[in-house]
């Protein structure tokens, strides 16, 4: 016989998974936002770009992009996670539309200036 619903135990236990999830996703975002803020020389020298020789200006602008961008989407997904499920719902929304938004830049560079020159990004998108 079929279920249609799940029991309150089932949805507690699914409840705690998600919640896993998304402080999964949001401890990750966490530390690429640090890593960001802290060393973005080698933050962008995996991805084969050379700021060694930026001015200051330039480091501030790459720590102040990437730890404001991936710090705030790490605290969105947080947020998220403390939520119910309407809110667990918009997170992984969230998470989805980022990583989606991530691959079509990624295709679109590729289409537009060819294929990776690194096999950082080459491995990263399947290609």
């Known amino acids: 016989m079929q279920r249609s619903c799940w029991s309150a135990t089932e949805v507690i236990d699914m409840s705690a998974n998600v919640t896993l999830g998304l402080r999964l996703f949001s401890v990750i975002l966490s530390v690429l936002a640090t890593t960001g803020l802290l060393y973005p020389e080698q933050s962008l020298l995996n991805h084969g770009i050379d700021i060694s020789s930026a001015p200051p200006s330039g480091f501030a602008e790459i720590r102040a992009f990437y730890f404001g961008t991936l ?6 997904v947080f947020a ?3 939520g119910d499920s309407s809110a667990h719902f918009c997170g992984y929304a969230f998470l989805c539309s980022l990583l989606s938004l991530f691959s079509i830049g990624r295709v679109f560079s590729t289409a537009v200036d060819g294929p990776a020159n690194n096999n950082f990004s080459v491995r990263q998108e399947g290609i």
Do not use: D, K, N
């Open 71 to 76: 710090g705030t989407s790490a605290l969105a």
């Open 80 to 82: 998220a996670s403390c």
